[in-house]
């Protein structure tokens, strides 16, 4: 039981953050049958607001957040947001996020192998 208004507040605070990442795994199954990937809540950081977010790579996080439809249903939404790029891309599978990923892997490869010292 808190002991005062702070610590209630702190509770709060806290039990809407788990919940947030709790409902972005829970709801995860809308983009990733896997059942493996997405679907873990620890590996999902919830905030006050609702939305959650999920670390991919560095610069790059799968951010979840409820958005009303046109019918005025509110539905999770999955955006991928990255450093490099300011414009959230829609994610709407898993496959979305390799999409994304794979080009951005392959030229980083590129470019620390042309940063690399010759030793010829």
Known sequence: MPSGL??????????????AARRAAQAAYRIDLSDQLLSNPGRWRGYINGEA???????????????????????????LLTADDPTPVP????????????????KTAEDLAAVEPSTV
Request: charged share 30%; glycine share 6%.
């Open 91 to 106: 994610v709407t599978n898993v496959r979305d996020i390799l999409d994304d990923l794979a080009p951005r892997a392959r």
């Open 53 to 79: 977010s999920y670390y991919l790579a560095p610069g790059t996080v799968l951010h979840y957040s409820r958005e009303e439809s046109e019918r005025g249903i509110t539905e999770p939404r999955y955006t």
């Open 6 to 19: 702070g610590e209630a507040l702190d509770q709060v605070t806290a039990a809407a953050e788990d919940d």
